[in-house]
């Protein structure tokens, strides 16, 4: 049997190595060479975008904050003679690595999801549901261990009230997780850069600093964290620390050295060597977090992928790079074991810096928002919109009154270029406008009917409600979802397997609130299994085009449907917004 390549988070549970079992940890990606430079090259290596926000954009206790943190933007030398140790750079990245040990209370599962045979043994570990009473009882109930607690009688007619799990108390040590991460000092009075999944719902943090020959451990607090982009800034109580020299991740180049230094398998002060395998992994769907519906939001991802060796324990450790400069955060492993199988991910440190910004501001991270819903212009796409060339974002989508609407930008637009930043994808183009401050105005470039367009867009902040993952892993515009569909009765006609769609009357456009000037077909039924359903289709959406042609009636619509072998591109009119979607015709 084929055993599929999983994403494992690099962070080491003490639990899961004591009892010998392969944990899913820590990664990092890294290797340098030698403190010796070699001659400085004479071509100047091309820059991908950074992500860094404008140094005017800084406020007092920021810019107070980075003028402790040491950096080097030299350019990295292209070429010198072969380096037989690389212990120079060793020295110069050892002193500025922690080990950090956290302790989280377990989680109860749910009873209703452990096997009958082994609740004895979760009720013995845990306790009953319900616990104790407050009068002294039994936790068990005086049952026996090997029984499970009778359930509690209830009248006819009444509702089996659910059962409460039980919960350890959150400072009951013998409930705790115990998990061993790395990270790194980035100034002398103690501030500390990791990963969020290693600090994240923490109860205790121990930080262990190698000096001198010698370990001192420090209790630490959380400054902030990040989950979306997995980074998080923690503080200890010292001064006089060694702090680590930041590069610059934008002028990585693949095939640069670079080294990987933490706590793997809890092997504090370890190094590996390994190269940049490739540059802006996204969509990998390491970060993120829940969205309170079961769901998970998507993360922002820009990760340097590295063949450094990355184990459970790296999380939160420096990537360095040949002068010992840290040019990302280890983070997570591409594997089937959870070790290291030569495919690592960190993130870049021009990232990681921007989010430690903005938490030691206020302790949240300002994103900037331009109200769009953008999707890669693949082959297909760019076939259906008669465009020639593939790469950048199209725009499926456009928020009412959002920036993106303000600015001109109009549905099959496709962005080719931001903040004078190259748009080769969607997931750029998502970087780019988040890693930009609220308020900020930059130009936008845009293909239009095979014509090139600069519009200028003052971007909004982010809303919490925009961050709500969609079908089709579409991110959501801010605004109030459709009512519900009325019946159809006549002129009806099934525009596309499980959606049936209806002329656009007057009642419908008053049933609906629709706008005199919106036309097209109203959709009155949508099947929840259906394909289009997947996609985005909803009831009460209005349909003005099919396949880029204008519809009046159901039945035109229907025949400008059919016409297609494969897709049908829509566009759509929902409470205001306006979206293209794309749909199999089978």
């Known amino acids: 049997m084929k055993t599929q390549p999983r994403i494992c988070i690099a962070f080491t549970c003490a639990g899961m190595l004591a009892a010998g079992l392969p944990s899913l940890q820590a990664q990092q990606p890294g290797a340098l060479p030698p403190g010796t430079l070699p001659p400085a090259a004479s071509t100047q290596p091309v820059s991908p975008p950074t992500l860094m926000p404008p140094a005017d954009a800084k406020g007092p206790l920021t810019a107070e904050f980075n003028a402790k943190?040491?950096?080097?933007?030299?350019?990295?030398?292209?070429?010198?003679?072969?380096?037989?140790?690389?212990?120079?750079?060793?020295?110069?990245?050892?002193?500025?690595?922690?080990t950090i040990h956290s302790s989280a209370p377990i989680k109860a599962p749910d009873v209703d999801q452990i096997p009958p045979q082994l609740r004895p043994f979760f009720y013995r570990f845990f306790g009953a549901p319900g616990g104790q009473d407050g009068q002294g009882q039994d936790p068990f109930g005086g049952m026996n261990e090997d029984e499970e607690p009778a359930p509690a009688p209830r009248r006819r007619g009444q509702q089996q009230p659910p059962q409460r799990q039980p919960q350890p108390p959150a400072d009951d040590e013998s409930h705790q997780?115990?998990?061993?991460?790395?990270?790194?000092?980035?100034?002398?009075d103690g501030y500390i850069i990791t990963n969020n999944h290693v600090v994240a719902d923490a109860k205790k943090i121990l930080v262990d600093v190698d000096a001198n020959g010698s370990t001192k451990t420090y209790r630490a607090t959380v400054v902030g964290t990040d989950p979306l982009t997995d980074v998080a800034l923690i503080k200890i109580d010292a001064t006089g620390l060694i702090p680590a020299?930041?590069?610059?991740?934008?002028?990585?180049?693949?095939?640069?050295?670079?080294?990987?230094?933490?706590?793997?398998?809890?092997?504090?002060?370890?190094?590996?060597?390994?190269?940049v395998s490739a540059l802006g992994r996204s969509n990998e769907g390491i970060v993120g977090k829940g969205n309170g519906r079961g769901g998970r939001v998507q993360g922002y991802e820009d990760f340097i992928q590295t063949d450094a060796s990355i184990n459970p324990g790296n999380s939160g450790g420096p990537l360095v790079d040949a002068m010992g400069r840290v040019i990302g955060i280890s983070t997570a492993i591409l594997s089937r074991t959870g070790m290291n199988a030569g495919i690592g991910f960190a993130i870049p440190i021009n990232m990681a810096l921007h989010i430690v910004e903005d938490l030691l501001d206020d302790g949240t991270v300002q994103r900037g928002f331009l109200g769009v819903q953008i999707t890669d212009l693949d082959g297909a796409l760019a076939d259906r919109l008669?465009?020639?060339?593939?790469?950048?974002?199209?725009v499926m989508m456009v928020?009412?009154?959002?920036?993106?609407?303000?600015?001109?930008?109009?549905?099959?637009?496709?962005?080719?270029?931001?903040?004078?930043q190259r748009v080769d994808s969607s997931s750029r183009l998502r970087l780019i406008v988040s890693?930009?401050?609220?308020?900020?105005?930059?130009?936008?470039?845009?293909m239009r009917g095979g014509k090139r367009f600069t519009m200028n867009a003052t971007l909004e902040a982010l809303p919490e409600e925009a961050l709500s993952e969609l079908s089709g892993g579409q991110r959501g515009i801010p605004r109030s979802g459709p009512g519900a569909g009325g019946a159809a009765q006549d002129n009806v006609s099934e525009?596309?397997?499980?959606?049936?769609?209806?002329?656009?009357?007057?009642?419908?456009?008053?049933?609906?609130d629709i706008p005199n000037n919106v036309n097209g077909v109203i959709v009155?039924?949508?099947?929840?299994?259906?394909?289009?359903?997947?996609?985005?289709?909803?009831?009460?959406?209005?349909?003005?085009?099919?396949?880029?042609k204008p519809v009046a009636n159901a039945g035109e619509a229907r025949t400008l449907a059919k016409g297609s072998d494969k897709t049908v591109l829509l566009r759509v009119w929902r409470k205001g917004d306006t979206m293209l979607l794309m749909i199999g015709n089978n």
């Open 177 to 188: 997780s115990e998990g061993v991460g790395s990270g790194m000092i980035i100034s002398t």
């Open 524 to 548: 009155t039924k949508v099947d929840a299994d259906s394909r289009a359903a997947a996609m985005g289709v909803e009831e009460s959406d209005v349909i003005s085009h099919v396949n880029r």
């Open 386 to 394: 008669g465009f020639k060339e593939q790469g950048g974002a199209v």
């Open 399 to 420: 928020g009412a009154g959002s920036p993106a609407e303000k600015a001109g930008i109009q549905l099959e637009d496709i962005i080719v270029a931001i903040n004078s």
């Open 69 to 98: 943190i040491q950096r080097d933007s030299t350019t990295l030398p292209n070429n010198g003679q072969l380096q037989m140790s690389y212990a120079s750079v060793v020295e110069k990245i050892l002193p500025s690595v922690v």
């Open 245 to 275: 020299t930041l590069g610059d991740s934008s002028k990585l180049r693949v095939g640069d050295i670079v080294l990987a230094a933490g706590a793997p398998m809890e092997l504090s002060r370890s190094v590996s060597l390994g190269i």
């Open 435 to 446: 890693g930009t401050k609220p308020g900020s105005q930059i130009p936008i470039d845009v």
């Open 495 to 512: 525009l596309v397997s499980g959606v049936t769609v209806q002329t656009l009357s007057q009642a419908l456009r008053e049933r609906h």
